[in-house]
């Protein structure tokens, strides 16, 4: 059965992406309202009743803005650390609080829902608590880390043993040097609880790429500090520097902020069509 990727939304608007199968499958954070991420799965002939459970990076508001309807109204569970979801209790922007659908997971534990076998770690970032998913499927394992303040050992293992990558692409450093931001934001994005900058992206997939990684999704990149042709063409290059040919060797893709992505079709490596569906 072919695994099924799909961006709803990322960037410090909103976050959401779908994992799973045409049958059903996971929601990866829910920045969003729970009336477009609901759009969007119609679109793929899937409902939040074909959702097995929503996955919590951690608990900024882009990312848990729709958590309390999902979980409560929709009986989805939700499913995140102890300490990830004390922050999402304490978020003032989560109007509905979680009390029937919380899960908990012990951090670095395994934990299984349907067919697929999720790890987890930390990431650093100035949030309660910020982590990353690696989930394998039918053979296929995917990862994603959506907010990067800095590169450790424990991300660059997993990048170099992925097969499909979402990795942080937020900001070109002269952009955000030269742009509108304060000093005090600039310095918070720039810290190591902050957000990964293009270059540092760019090194770590580099740096770490591996012929079984067939996909890098770029994501959370900033409107003011950013651009998708920028962030696409840094991490492009430092691949060809690398001897990695881009649409040969790897698929590269900057996703869009606001405007739902492609499906992508991970176990064959094509592009579905909504008509499928």
Not at 69 to 87: C, D, K
Not at 120 to 126: E, G, L, W
Not at 160 to 186: C, F, R, W
Not at 232 to 255: F, Q
Request: hydrophobic share 40%.
């Amino acid at each position: 059965m072919s695994l099924i990727f799909r961006c709803f939304a990322s960037g410090s608007s909103g976050n959401c992406y779908y994992l799973g199968s045409r049958q059903g499958g996971v929601l990866i954070d829910a920045g969003i309202s729970a009336r477009t991420i609901r759009a969007n799965l119609r679109q793929m002939g899937l409902d939040f009743y074909n959702i097995r459970g929503l996955l919590i990076t951690h608990d900024h508001a882009d990312h848990i803005r729709a958590v309390g309807t999902l979980g409560e109204r929709f009986h989805i569970p939700v499913y995140a650390t102890e300490n990830i979801h004390s922050g999402i209790d304490k978020n003032y922007g989560v109007l509905e609080k979680l009390r029937t659908s919380r899960r908990f997971y012990v951090l670095g534990e395994e934990f299984g829902i349907g067919d697929m076998r999720i790890n987890t770690f930390k990431i650093s970032h100035d949030s309660t608590e910020c982590v990353s998913y690696v989930i394998d499927v039918d053979g296929e394992r995917f990862m994603i880390a959506t907010d990067v303040g800095c590169v450790d050992a424990n991300l660059e293992h997993y990048v170099s043993t992925a097969n499909h990558l979402v990795i942080e692409a937020n900001h070109d450093e002269q952009m955000l040097l030269n742009g509108p931001y304060p000093s005090y934001l600039k310095s918070r994005i720039l810290s190591d609880m902050g957000h990964m900058s293009n270059k540092t992206c760019a090194q770590l997939v580099a740096e770490n790429w591996h012929e079984g990684l067939k996909n890098i999704f770029l994501c959370h990149l900033s409107k003011e500090n950013n651009d998708p042709a920028v962030a696409y063409d840094t991490v492009s290059a430092s691949l060809m520097e690398a001897g990695v040919k881009v649409g040969e060797d790897v698929n590269l893709v900057a996703l869009e902020r606001l405007t739902p992505s492609p499906i992508y079709d991970l176990t064959q490596n094509t592009i579905l069509t909504l008509s499928i569906f």
